[in-house]
């Protein structure tokens, strides 16, 4: 009895051991160490992540982990950015403020991804944490600039209010006005993503200049080029900025009073924004340009050789995004002036265009792999590509920890054999063993799919369209992949029968998305009956399921894991299936 | 089994037209040699993927997949340019009407159609074909999509009143200059 005393520490020393532990993995791991560690672990947990806000409810998190400071929360399936989740699906986070108003008073973070967020909830968030700090509301929809007011007003210490790619509805500009004379811990404002003309300046110029600790301010596009001089003038400790308008008849005062206020911002790291820019005022940034490792140029039209001659100038670039504008030249040029570039994004300035408007192809991408050795992140749209090319991409960068190329044409073969791009794809996996993302496109068969189950074992999350010939595809992935955590997939020839033989893998995913495969409505019924971790949702915006044949493909499914069984929040067109093989709806 | 080979010449936004591939039998486990295809495949699949992938903005949802707001975003930035570009530079909020009348030959109820969201006449041509229900009015027996589609010519009015041929002039000075739209069957 005595010896085993001599090991055991007080609760409170194994409380301060573990507030060094932050990541959540390690947290999770910690409280399965024993009875006494998940309890003592469990109290002192103070930041929560949940992937997919269906997999648990607030009350289990709340009795779980009653202290929790910091909550994340993840709603619409990813799918959702390119409009295949129909609207009014779900995801409110509504239900989760009203339990947590009660449970976390002290509540300091919310960070919320595509949820939708009313102007109740946001009232009911200034209304119910005093010590509110930050609220980051990533691609978040359902709110106005009313509930945004109640914020600026109620929230006194606010820290970060992040809005990115949300959609806000714009009532007033004269919301920005309701952060009192007394607000002055802003250190993040992101407000790039309202559409708003009267974003009230006044009101925002004061803000900013009563807000010393403010790192990160992004406009949105009603704030011209006039105005950016006298922003930056009064931050000058900014680190990260997003401009509004880049657009105006070029004039030598304004030019110069800008590049003035560029140069006078001397932590300056990271630059976005750059609606309609009028190139003849790119060179008011030169000044900074030598300090930039992010730059988001993905808005802005302007063609290659005003790109390279940006660029060359930012030898430091870590992180570039950018239009298809760049073209290989641009790419080329990059490649030899960016050698710390770790992040590539090249998105399309015509993607329904039935030519290609610019000269970018598979070309530009090799010269970036090749001149590039800290490149882990890409993300590439294009018109054509070669096995060759993706070969040699992969064997000059095998450190690539994110892949997502999109060829723009469905089932676009190689260009120079016409063969699929089964092998190219292969390479890629084969060689880049720490590959966690991948996003697939081309004319793809069974076979790249036996090379991604074959290699990918560090997978965790893989996006396929219009690819492969049967459910071998879908077997290989759902068998061989052993880190996977997310699956989307569109337009495949996928059924029942892989899906069912590796029906309990997907108890160790997040999800699985499948849209216009070839899933019957039998075999979702069978997979809610048989796995009651999962919930089995099916969308159809057009007649209900069990209206037609067994056989017959559902449009869309949605399969989670769920510890809180199924959900009561849908609308008519989602029925999930039960395991009493009722569908609930 | 659901199985029937829909020929999928519907409107856009109805369930057949979303899914061309789909009706080509792909439920089937079979293993699609794409070399050798039956002409069912052959003419199907060529027909789709000319028309409703190249040249159909709004044949496939959700592809490209380029993020909703990136493409609003970029949409009201293409629009800008081109009336900044008749006004002389870039600056300042451009009206946000950008939608002009469109006719077809014989039919008595004009459209509208918008043409910021267009860069070349080929989008501009088939979306207004579609709009006017052509394909489905039209079947395709003879020829292909591209050989029907240049059956019919798109004609414009321009800022002094004469009609011209859209196709005629480069994209940047039809734009400019376009008043409204009509479609035209072609003679000889």
Known sequence: MQKKMAYSFPDEVLEQVFSFIQSDKDRNAVSLVCKSWDEIERWCRRKVFIGNCYAVSPRMVIRR???????????????????????????????????????????????????????????????????????????????????????????????????????????????????????????????????SDEVSFSALERLVGRCPNLRSLRLNRAVTLDKIANILRRAPQLVDFGTGYYAAELQPDVFSNLAGAFSSCKELKSLSGFWDVV????????????????????????????????????????????????????????????????????????????????????????????????????????????????????????????????????????????????????????????????????????HVFEYIGTYGKKLEMLSVAFAGDSDLGLHHVLSGCESLRKLEIRDCPFGDKALLANAAKLETMRSLWMSSCAVSFGACKLLGQKMPKLNVEVIDETEPPDSRPESCPVDKLYIYRSVAGPRFDMPPFVWTMDEAVRILH | MCMELQLGLALPGSDTWSRPLLKLGLYED?????????????????????????????????????ETWRRKKLRCQVHNHMTAAENGYCGGRASNSSYVKVKMEGVVIARKIDISIHQSFETLTTTIMTMFDIFSHFPFIFGSVEENRRSFKLTYQDKEGDWLIAEDVPWRTFVRSLKCLKLIRSRG
């Open chain 1, 279 to 446: 190139p003849a005022y790119l060179p008011a940034l030169y000044s900074i340009c030598p300090r930039l490792t992010s730059l988001n140029l993905s808005y802005a039209t302007i063609q290659s050789p005003d790109l390279i001659k940006l660029v060359s100038h930012c030898p430091r670039l870590q992180r570039l995004l950018v239009l298809d504008y760049v073209e290989d030249s641009g790419l080329e040029e990059l490649a030899s002036s960016c050698k710390d570039l770790q992040e590539l994004r090249v998105f399309p300035s015509d993607p329904f265009g039935a030519e290609p408007n610019v000269s970018l192809t598979e070309q530009g991408l090799v010269a970036v792999s090749l001149g590039c050795p800290k490149l882990r992140s890409v993300l590439y749209f294009c018109r054509r590509m070669s096995n060759a090319a993706l070969v040699t991409i992969a064997q000059n960068r095998p450190n690539l920890t994110r892949f997502r190329l999109c060829i723009i044409e469905p089932k676009t073969p190689d260009y120079l054999t016409l063969e699929p791009l089964d092998v190219g794809f292969g390479a890629i996996v084969e060689h880049c063993k720490d590959l966690r993302r991948l996003s697939l496109s081309g004319l793809l068969t069974d």
């Open chain 1, 65 to 195: 982990f009653p202290e929790v400071r910091s909550i994340k929360l993840k709603g619409k399936p990813h799918f959702a950015d390119f409009n295949l989740v129909p609207d009014g699906w779900g995801g409110y986070v509504l239900p989760w403020i009203a339990e947590m108003a009660g449970a976390y008073p002290w509540l300091e973070e919310i960070r919320l991804k595509r949820m939708v967020v009313t102007d109740e909830s946001l009232e009911l968030i200034a209304k119910s944490f005093k010590n509110f700090k930050v609220l980051v509301l990533f691609s978040c929809e359902g709110f106005s600039t009313d509930g945004l007011a109640a914020i600026a007003a109620s929230c006194k210490n606010l820290r970060e209010l992040d809005l990115r790619e949300s959609e806000v509805d714009d009532l007033s500009g004269h919301w920005l006005a309701h952060f009192p004379e007394t607000c002055t811990s802003l250190v993040s404002l992101n407000i790039s993503c309202l559409r």
């Open chain 2, 30 to 66: 079979i293993n699609v040699n794409r070399k050798k295809r039956g002409f069912d495949h052959g003419y199907l699949e060529d027909e789709f993927s000319a028309a409703s992938f190249k040249n159909y903005e709004k044949g496939l949802v959700g592809w490209p997949p380029v």
